[in-house]
T-cell receptor, first 115, second 114 residues
Framework: GESVGLHLPTLSVQEGDNSIINCAYS??????FIWYKQESGKGPQFIID?????DKRQGQRVTVLLNKTVKHLSLQIAATQPGDSAVYFC??????????????FGTGTQLKVEL | DTGVSQDPRHKITKRGQNVTFRCDPI?????LYWYRQTLGQGPEFLTY????????KSRLLSDRFSAERPKGSFSTLEIQRTEQGDSAMYLC????????????FGPGTRLTVT
């Protein structure tokens, strides 16, 4: 992934609004993508995934869009809640020897939900 | 429903000392991964085990780093002669066979080298 400084991109939204977090990935051969949520002092938590043969996938309050032409992912969170405040990372998958998977994480985005 | 656990959660050590971290994956997950995360960045892949076999190592994993998974269950990550640049969060993740790239992460071990 690209290296970034200590200041993450920040998205501030009002409680109840929809949030859109964007991510650019680097490897056109990546076949699988994941969004993770990371709260302070905790490990990344799986939110939603999408395979490269899809362009949209919906979960509970979340939707992931994939545009392979421009190597872009977005995460949409509906009716954002205070508990959604965290850093969000997209990750692209690359297969490894023996069938394992290496995740390459993009630049995180700090989501702040204002009451 | 037991997730991935890591021990210790925090470790402060002096430069030059050796440290060892432990990861217990979700039971029956045969794949185990170590990542390192520095402040403001996403996790970076270090190494991967399938059962007890270490199948992939990143060039980030210098000779001072060694990881083991002797019985195909828990794993340890040892850093010898720690340097201040080793200060980071060390994350462990696991996944079952055939789970594509979906990995379940532990809470991490925060290492501070003084």
């Amino acid at each position: 992934g690209e290296s970034v400084g200590l200041h993450l991109p920040t998205l501030s939204v009002q409680e109840g609004d929809n949030s859109i977090i964007n991510c650019a990935y680097s490897n056109s051969a990546s076949d699988y993508f994941i969004w993770y949520k990371q709260e302070s002092g905790k490990g990344p938590q799986f939110i939603i995934d999408i395979r490269s043969n899809m362009d949209k996938r919906q979960g509970q309050r979340v939707t992931v869009l994939l545009n392979k032409t421009v190597k872009h992912l977005s995460l949409q969170i509906a009716a954002t809640q205070p508990g959604d405040s965290a850093v969000y990372f997209c990750a692209e998958n690359m297969g490894l020897t023996g069938g394992g998977n290496k995740l390459t994480f993009g630049t995180g985005t700090q989501l702040k939900v204002e009451l | 429903d037991t997730g991935v656990s890591q021990d210790p959660r925090h470790k402060i050590t002096k430069r030059g000392q050796n440290v060892t971290f432990r990861c217990d994956p979700i039971s029956e997950h045969n794949r185990l991964y170590w990542y390192r995360q520095t402040l403001g960045q996403g996790p970076e892949f270090l190494t991967y085990f399938q059962n007890e076999a270490q199948l992939e190592k990143s060039r980030l994993l210098s000779d001072r780093f060694s990881a083991e998974r002797p019985k195909g269950s828990f794993s340890t990550l040892e850093i010898q002669r720690t340097e201040q640049g080793d200060s980071a969060m060390y994350l462990c993740a696991s996944s079952p066979q055939g789970a594509a790239g979906k990995q379940y992460f532990g809470p991490g071990t925060r290492l501070t080298v003084t």
